[in-house]
């Protein structure tokens, strides 16, 4: 059973309004906001335009039943949670904030008529439009891979029934085999979680089949939290964890499904497990409606993460150009309460406040071992950017109860962050 | 028990015992007015990623909502000049100004 509804997404009298060519009446009430996409960026953006002014009339339009968070995927590759407490609904937003909940997907923008349709036709009207679709995978990016092999050599990186499905290949795998995991080249969704997996395999492994290995095959040269991740993993992970650069042969260059077997700079690798995390664009809608760049992000002002394409429609979360802030949970919720403070203040003819952004990413390298990257940041004239002598990673040098303290941190992020978009 | 160890599992306690906090329940997510967005109300909403909102705090995050806006804006100071350890609120607190810092805990205290 369903709590969204397909049809009837107007009210009668909006909808006849709108055929006669009279919006104003049913923007008398504060005007219409449509989302795309019922991510942390979508979903706090809902809220926070109704927190702000409940008068809008908000939409949010959303695929799934359901929200499985990218954010604590990793621990069920782990085995430290399972996919159901990382599953959350968006009913509170319907129930507690009146955001009317659409099931479906958005198909098309039409920026001249202000409307957004719907795969099964429905169209939606709107006095701003706020997309935020994620990524979408470029499974092209991997000569070999594709949607298909993704049934055998998971991305899982759309948490769900990848994330089960490459749970599943590590329990089944034999002690002592290779597991290889391949994350992409700048920029791409998360740049920690690549790393923070490998640590939730390496726990798994260390503690259910010590005799297996990880190989890392990177496109890249350095990576997020690198210093805290490698010298994590050489006191809690010895020997288990070899991390190979894009500049010593890491790059994958293809992939042999069948055989399960990488082929990459260095030579060929077979493997029990393969993870492949390939090259990403920002949500098709985004791309689809004309929002995106060449290099497939949408480009936004900074000041109010307004598209540089189209009047009327913001973009928010991974599939933003951002500046100096990264592709992450964090970041879409800092976003979009930048967007929803934007939208209400603009919708009543009142300046907005001054932009202030924010991300805090919390990764796991045990159970027990958190590290930590936040920043603040604020619109720049080359984009966002950090403020400068603030934020940063966790100490190189720390003990065991500050990491601990930074696990413990973890799960209150993961808390916070699911009231401050959800609750 | 280190000192990080102390600033950080204790924390949360020893900010509620300092600054006696209302219950939580009795709060709701203080929403200002249509139009009326400062710059403190909306800076103060970046804290709700972490801390989460007034009615759902986290119990491993210290609450801030219903705070003692000297005591706090004292604390955020202390943790803006490591005076006081933490694992991640020195970082953060440095990103903004005393003034803003000011600014964000008077409007915390108002919840």
Sequence with gaps: ?423 | MSRISLAGAAFALALAAQFGFAPQAAMAQQAPKPGELTEAAFTAQTCALCHGTPSQTPPTMPLIYGSNADQLYTTLLDLKANRRPSTIMGRIARGFTDDQLKAVADYLARY
């Design chain 1, 1 to 423: 059973m369903t709590h969204f509804t397909r049809r009837g997404l107007l009210g009668a009298g909006a909808a006849a309004a709108t055929l006669l060519g009279m919006p104003n009446i049913a923007r008398a009430a504060g005007g219409r906001v449509v989302i795309v996409g019922g991510g942390f960026g979508g979903a706090t953006a809902a809220r926070y335009l109704k927190l702000f002014d409940p008068s809008i009339e908000v939409t949010l339009v959303e695929r799934d039943a359901t929200y499985v968070t990218c954010p604590f995927s990793n621990y069920v590759l782990g085995g430290i949670r399972d996919l159901n407490s990382i599953t959350h609904r968006r009913d509170p937003l319907r129930q507690r904030w009146g955001v009317r909940l659409v099931r479906g997907e958005a198909r098309a923008i039409d920026v001249s008529r202000k409307s957004l349709r719907l795969a099964d036709g429905v169209a939606l009207p709107y006095d701003k439009l706020v997309v935020a679709p994620g990524i979408e995978l470029k499974y092209e990016g991997v000569p070999g891979y594709s949607e298909k092999a993704a049934d055998r050599v998971p991305h899982a990186w759309k948490a769900g029934a990848q994330t089960a499905l490459l749970r599943r290949q590590l329990e089944a795998m034999p002690d002592g085999g290779v597991v290889i995991v391949a994350p992409p080249a700048n920029p791409f969704r998360c740049p920690p979680g690549p790393y923070e997996r490998v640590s939730m395999i390496a726990w798994y492994l260390k503690n259910h089949k010590p005799k297996s290995k990880i190989l890392i095959l990177d496109a890249k040269d350095a990576f997020s939290k690198q210093g805290l991740f490698q010298a994590g993993w050489e006191s809690q992970y010895p020997g288990l964890i070899t991390w190979l650069a894009g500049k010593d042969g890491g790059k994958v260059e293809e992939i042999d499904v069948a055989n399960m077997t990488i082929k990459a700079g260095f030579g060929n690798e077979k493997a029990a497990v393969i993870n492949l995390i390939p090259p990403q664009t920002a949500g098709r809608i985004a791309v689809d409606a004309g929002l995106t760049e060449a290099n497939g992000w949408a480009a936004v002002d900074p000041i109010s993460f307004a598209s540089r394409k189209a009047a009327d429609v913001y973009v928010i979360g991974d599939a933003s150009i951002a500046g100096a802030m990264p592709k992450s949970g964090s970041a879409a919720n800092s976003q979009a309460k930048v967007v929803a403070a934007h939208i209400s203040a603009t919708l009543n003819g009142k300046a907005p406040p001054p932009a202030v952004f924010h991300n805090t990413c919390y990764s796991l390298v045990t159970p027990d071992y958190g590290i930590s990257v936040t920043g603040t940041y604020r619109p720049g004239p080359n984009g966002v950017a950090e403020v400068p002598n603030s934020g940063g990673v966790s100490p190189a040098q720390a003990n065991a109860d500050f990491r601990k303290q930074e696990a413990l941190h973890t799960e209150g992020w993961y808390a916070g962050i699911i009231a401050d978009a959800l609750g």
